[in-house]
């Protein structure tokens, strides 16, 4: 059951994603581009996804546990690192070199486009690589034991 | 050049459909809707929970099929760069997610709503670098007006 919710979820984003217009990177671009042909049309999505995710959860504040049973996983840290600002700065330096985020990345892969493609495994590679080269130190897979 | 047409109610529907897609995981699963997590925890898993992070991600590219099929494919999709700038931003869009812990999705919607600090100030700085690459690129290096 948490796996069909999973992805009715997916397919809802995905669909969301789709008519708003975000999966097409012209459109993101011209959102990023405030000195050009400047395209609000991100806020309003944004604006509306965080309205109706907002009313989700406080929905939640009032309950210990989600429908099917597992606890909250909502992150708690409070702290401005390092990681968390240079990280979103280079995410938002390749945002506005393709106007491609991961949502809309993955969610246009139906096309079948080669650009696409050639962003998503660059994309898969940067993932993979920087997980598998902080493993240790974020604790993902288990410390030796000598 | 590459002028968008400017659709606030598609984008807000949308927007708000993206909301519930976040809402709906959160409340019945107890997740956040972040892409880049769900993407990157699919690599390095807790195998218990690689199931529901691939139903997701595979009902991203379903959905978007969907909605196209049926609006006719309003919006387009246009990619203009060149192929080593669609190289370098996927590697930089995978590794800062990775790093700064969250995408638009993850920090810009399911962190603002939430009210988290760390969430918005990361979605302020990859807004502002963002919107300096765009300008750096469109009016520096390519001279658009």
Redesign the interface.
Known sequence: M??????????????????????????V??F??????W???????????????????V??RRRE????G??????T????DF?????????????????????P???????G?S??S???????????????F??QRRG??PQPTT | MLETTFTPGAGLLGGMLIGLAAAGLLIANGKIAGISGILGRSFFPDTRDLAWRIAFLVGLPLGAWIATRATGDALGFEITSHPVVLVAGGLLVGVGSQLGNGCTSGHGVCGIARGSRRSLVATLVFMTTGAGTVFVVRHLLMGAP
């Open positions: 948490r796996i069909a919710v999973s992805l009715v979820c997916g397919v809802v984003f995905g669909v969301g994603l789709a008519i708003s217009g975000m999966t097409n990177p012209a459109k671009l011209a990023l581009d405030f000195f050009g042909a395209d609000p049309t991100l806020a309003f999505v944004m604006g509306g996804a965080v309205a109706v995710s907002a009313a989700g959860y929905a939640t546990r989600a429908w099917f597992e606890e909250f996983s909502i992150p840290r409070r702290d401005l990681s968390l600002l240079g990280g979103a700065a280079l995410f938002g330096v390749g945002w506005g070199l393709v106007g491609l985020c991961p949502g990345a993955l969610a246009s892969l139906f096309r486009s650009e696409l050639s962003f998503v495994g660059a994309m898969l590679v940067g993932v993979i690589g920087f997980r598998f902080t493993r993902v897979l």
